[in-house]
């Protein structure tokens, strides 16, 4: 099945950059790895689910480029300390860029009616401490290449529907995290910014590769920008912020939702 991707010779060379993508295997996560890996980059993506990382690699083998897969869960400390060392021993210490792109998201997993005590942690856990804490362990590696952070946050951290407060909380944390390291990280010269995307059609994208669904035109239409989102405009936004026309972007935001924050709705 042909997916719709970026165009690398579109975008800056990444060659010789080496870039970690968390959340790798599947969805925006899985296009980025791809689109990364296009551009000649050498990529390393963590992902727990072992079978959809696996066929990751295979999607990049076919299109003639590879990465390395890091068998990780960012929620256990010792997996992460273990990813890392990998990583770091490979790269020689260095790292250009880091995408904390992993989460839980199911926008109702976690909301004040569930019956689940454990779920509003989970949530945090994976969406938010794990951005934090992975951060933290590569600051060195990053401060060696003058690298960049990309956190993904959604367009839930702005706004809200019923039922989703463990995702919405989580979401908007690491929006203001963001701010946070951007300004803590800014004399090391590490950049620090977030994309929050909204609906993203990432059907293609998921483990068995599914065909794409065919929305409605209605769907479509909703959107002032007049269709629904793809990974490969997460992508995009993606390497501008790790090039070099960003350099003097930290601490911001990126909303890629075709608009639809921006449109007044009343029922």
């Known amino acids: 099945m042909e997916r719709t991707w970026i165009t690398p ?3 800056p060379d990444f060659k010789g950059k080496s870039v970690l993508i968390t959340g790798g295997a599947s969805g925006i996560g899985r296009c980025l790895a791809l689109s990364y890996a296009q551009a000649g980059a050498q990529v390393y993506f963590a992902d727990r689910f072992v079978a959809a990382g696996e066929e990751t690699l295979s999607i990049l083998a076919e299109h003639q480029v590879g990465a390395r897969f890091l068998v990780c869960d960012v929620t256990d400390g ?4 273990r990813m890392v060392k990998t990583l770091l021993n490979e790269t020689s210490g260095r790292l250009d860029v880091l995408i904390n792109n992993a989460a839980i998201a199911n926008a109702h997993t976690a909301n004040l009616f569930s019956t689940d005590d454990t779920a509003f942690d989970q949530v945090l856990a994976v969406n938010l401490q794990a951005p934090f804490h992975l951060t933290r362990q590569l600051i060195p590696a990053l401060a060696a290449t003058g690298g960049c952070v990309i956190n993904i946050i959604s367009t839930r951290a702005f706004m809200s529907e019923p039922n989703s407060e463990g995702y919405a909380a989580s979401k908007g944390g690491l929006q203001a995290l963001t701010h946070a390291m951007a300004i803590s990280l800014g004399d090391r010269g590490i950049r620090v910014n977030s994309i929050a995307p909204g609906w993203i059609d990432t059907t293609e994208w998921q483990l068995g590769s599914p065909p794409a669904i065919d929305w409605p035109a ?12 793809r990974p490969a405009d997460i992508a995009a936004a993606c390497f501008f912020l ?9 601490g911001e935001n ?3 939702d075709g608009g639809m924050t921006k449109r007044m709705i009343y029922r």
């Open 78 to 81: 010792q997996q992460l300390t």
């Open 218 to 229: 209605e769907e479509h239409r909703q959107h002032p920008a007049g269709r629904i989102g």
């Open 9 to 11: 010779a579109e975008y």
């Open 242 to 250: 790790s090039g070099r026309d960003a350099g003097f972007i930290t």
């Open 254 to 256: 990126i909303t890629i």
